[in-house]
């Protein structure tokens, strides 16, 4: 099966897949214009973009477009930039003294590559093994959708989401797995609509081959409903 094919390929890769760096490229001066100044700046730049291009934006379906642009890229696509908008991670004490591994599996990932602005779409598999505190699942996924929505490379993404959940759960003892297509391959260049890119970070625990295999086990597992 080729999802058997994927995993092996994860475990081959082992602790040897790192990027350059985990923390997303800014300028210091990132957060000095407001939202509103950064949409009307935007506005004017892919009003110039397009007209460059010869549209004609006097048409009643184009001349909206450079406004809606704008404001997706500040409100939505790129909102994950903005620390503000971090999402708050509550975590509990873990009375019930749960003490196996906890997986979220199939999390939507909606993201940009950071080289051609092109959609990244996949799902990504998240774990962690309580050594006394635990976070509520929806911060799980608020937190891959935080990471997700900024321009990214996918290596970085996956080390962003262990590294910050570690910290929220104090233990290194998390891992992500993101198996996603990148229309910058499928769309454009190669235009190979079929492959799609697997990306691996495994904290504490996860570095030990059992624990890693009953990790890649679970996303095997079918949770269809």
Do not use: W
């Amino acid at each position: 099966m080729k999802i058997d094919k994927d995993l092996e390929a994860i475990e081959a890769l082992g602790d040897n897949h790192v990027a350059t760096s985990a923390t997303t490229p800014l300028r210091e001066d990132a957060f000095k214009l407001s939202d509103s100044e950064k949409i009307a700046l935007i506005r004017e730049d892919v009003k110039h973009i397009m007209e460059t291009l010869g549209l004609d934006l006097t048409d009643d379906s184009l001349k909206g477009t450079p406004q809606r642009v704008a404001k997706m890229f500040v409100n939505e696509i790129f909102s994950g930039l903005h620390p503000e908008r971090k999402p708050d991670a509550s975590t509990f004490n873990n009375n019930y003294n749960y003490g196996e591994m906890l997986v979220e599996k199939n999390i939507t990932v909606y993201s940009t590559c950071e080289h051609h602005l092109l959609p990244i779409v996949g799902r990504a598999h998240v774990a962690y093994i309580s050594n006394g505190t635990v976070v509520g699942l929806s911060k799980m996924n608020r937190i891959v959708d935080y990471y997700a929505k900024r321009p990214q490379v996918q290596e970085r993404m996956t080390m962003q989401i262990v590294q910050d959940l570690q910290v929220v759960l104090g233990t290194k003892d998390v891992a992500c797995v993101i198996d996603a297509k990148h229309l910058c391959v499928n769309s454009r260049g190669i235009r190979d609509i079929e492959s799609s890119t697997i990306t691996s970070e495994f904290g504490g625990k996860f570095k030990e081959d059992s624990v890693r295999r009953e990790f890649l086990d679970y996303i095997k597992l079918d949770t269809s409903f």
